[in-house]
T-cell receptor, first 111, second 114 residues
């Protein structure tokens, strides 16, 4: 059974810092891994999707990497801004035909 | 191209009642998945519908049921509501086989059971 964890649970940084969010999964037989952003009380916004054959994806200030052998993915946010404050969730899609989500990392970027 | 929409936005019910939540998939997507997100937790998979058939189910009791219609919109029905059913219910649509099966989520329905 796939289990997904995220570290840290919460993070508070000053504006402008580069930061890394971590996601770990127990079953390396995944088809893809997707990172999402969630604002309080809202739905999920897709940030990046990494297919199993890929090592990383980039979009603007965001870069996500995937290492299936170690069961890890990282989301790198460059030059953080107060508008980046949200909860970041990773989800792994495996053989169960559904996403298994981590609990999320709550990010606060202070001006 | 319209995104995923859900209705209603908020809903308040009492224990024992029944509720129906609705989801319209993104244009061109034939697969809809439903998730339950309790406060402070990640979403938990309820079930998925592909071309009007259930195509996978998470660890939820039978009182959680669903439908998918020919236009690929979907309903989630919950019978005999319990207090623990209070959560944000999210639906996601996708088109398997394209772009890594990327999931696109709606804004969610906030259900409160009193």
């Amino acid at each position: 059974k796939q289990e997904v964890t995220q570290i840290p649970a919460a993070l508070s940084v000053p504006e402008g810092e580069n930061l890394v969010l971590n996601c770990s999964f127990t079953d390396s037989a995944i088809y893809n891994l997707q990172w999402f952003r969630q604002d309080p009380g809202k739905g999920l916004t897709s940030l990046l999707l990494i297919q199993s054959s890929q090592r990383e994806q980039t979009s603007g200030r965001l870069n996500a990497s995937l290492d299936k052998s170690s069961g890890r993915s990282t989301l790198y946010i460059a030059a953080s801004q107060p508008g980046d404050s949200a909860t970041y969730l990773c989800a792994a899609w495996g053989t169960g035909q559904n996403f298994v989500f981590g609990p999320g990392t709550r990010l606060s970027v202070l001006p | 191209e319209t995104g995923v929409t859900q209705s209603p936005t908020h809903l308040i019910k009492t224990r024992g009642q029944q509720v129906t939540l609705r989801c319209s998939s993104q244009s061109g997507h034939n697969t809809v998945s439903w998730y339950q997100q309790a406060l402070g937790q990640g979403p938990q998979f309820i079930f998925q519908y592909y071309r009007e058939e259930e195509n996978g189910r998470g660890n939820f009791p039978p009182r959680f049921s669903g439908l998918q219609f020919p236009n690929y919109s979907s309903e989630l029905n919950v019978n005999a509501l319990e207090l623990d059913d209070s959560a944000l219910y999210l639906c996601a649509s996708s088109f398997p086989g394209t772009e890594g099966n990327e999931q696109f989520f709606g804004p969610g329905t906030r259900l409160t059971v009193l």
